[in-house]
């Protein structure tokens, strides 16, 4: 298993929302150096930028995170950006990792790549048992691209390379833009801005019927370091917490710890998305040891915490 101490890391995305926490996590395990370009020095879809980096910098390990990330709004209004994005910098970081003799590519996938009706829990056997649900197809789809090319690279040439399904994310530093948010910062700004303003309703999109699995971010970042020492296989693995929760509930809970006092009313003119999401996570905790740690409860609490403090600091406009 290739350990991690006084290597070489490229992390691609580190300034973004679960690249910090996995910066900070890598730290612990000792590299010689972690290699963490912001966009302006390399944009990951131009291949010739990629290969000057890779080849100038030759690092052992590729941790890919960088991507094009938004909630159910952006991915349905930019579904061509989503696909072409992701898919062109998984493409020329595969393909660089190779040519440049990487010794492990990790690339992180997502829980958008199963089929919408996939039966749960989520089982990694199932990714193939149908087409991803419709609002987000385009990106989970690019990601399991992302996938066969390992794949594909593992068996022809002895790549060794890794593919993640993470499930959605949560916790401080997130994405809270109120048109690219994902669900729990989304509903945390809208709860915090009406109780500011005095409002006494907020809106959600769809009936709240849907449910989700997630993860709080330190906990994936612990997972994907974890794996990148310890799983060397080609065949994908759930990265989750193995919970599930309605939309409904997450927002009575988070009615609750922002203190919003108002009604809730569900659009439900707007799409729901896909009816459930929760995986399977045995194999991750067999393979390599990985079990969330961060309870819901306790991670939404910090989340909250985090936000209405980095507002009150002018870190959040
Ligand atoms: N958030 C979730 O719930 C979730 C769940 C499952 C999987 N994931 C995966 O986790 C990874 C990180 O997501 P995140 O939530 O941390 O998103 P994020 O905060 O938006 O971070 C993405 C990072 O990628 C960078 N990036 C995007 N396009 C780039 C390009 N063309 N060239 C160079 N850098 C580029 C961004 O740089 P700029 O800031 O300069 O644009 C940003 O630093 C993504 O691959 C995503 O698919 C996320």
Request: proline share 5%.
């Amino acid at each position: 298993m290739p350990s991690l101490k006084d290597k070489s890391v490229l992390i691609t995305g580190a300034h973004g929302f679960l690249g910090r926490h996995v910066v900070a996590e890598l730290k612990k395990h000792s590299p010689s150096e972690i290699i963490a370009p912001k966009r302006d020095e390399c944009d990951f879809r131009k291949r010739e930028e990629v290969d000057a980096l890779l080849s100038s910098k030759m690092p052992a390990f590729v941790i890919h995170l960088a991507g094009r990330v938004g909630g159910i709004g952006e991915t349905k209004a930019h579904p061509g950006g989503f696909f072409f994005d992701n898919a062109s910098m998984a493409l020329n970081l595969i393909d660089s990792s190779y040519q440049n003799g990487v010794e492990k590519f990790v690339g992180l996938g997502s829980v958008c790549s199963y089929p919408k009706f996939a039966p749960i829990p989520f089982r990694e056997s199932d990714l193939w048992e149908g087409y991803p649900e419709e609002t987000n197809a385009p990106y989970g789809l690019a990601k399991k691209m992302m996938m066969v090319h390992t794949q594909a690279y593992s068996e022809e040439y002895g790549f060794n390379g890794i593919h993640l399904l993470g499930v959605n994310l949560y916790g401080p530093h997130d994405n809270f833009h109120p048109e690219s948010s994902h669900v729990i910062a989304g509903m945390i700004r809208k709860f915090t801005d009406a109780k500011e303003a005095g409002s006494r309703e907020v809106v959600f999109w769809g009936d709240g019927s849907p449910t989700r699995e997630f993860l709080y971010v330190e906990d994936c970042a612990r997972g994907i370091v974890l794996a990148a020492e310890k799983y060397d296989s080609p065949a994908p693995i759930n990265l989750g917490s193995g919970m599930e929760i309605s939309i409904h509930e997450l927002a009575q809970k988070l009615k609750t710890l922002t203190g919003f006092v108002g009604e809730i009313t569900w659009d439900t003119s707007r799409p729901n998305g896909q009816p459930r999401r929760c995986l399977d996570v045995s194999l991750a905790e067999k393979e390599f040891g990985f079990k969330a740690q961060v309870g819901f409860d306790e991670g939404l609490k910090r989340t909250v915490e985090w936000y209405v403090n980095a507002k009150k600091e002018g870190e959040i406009q």
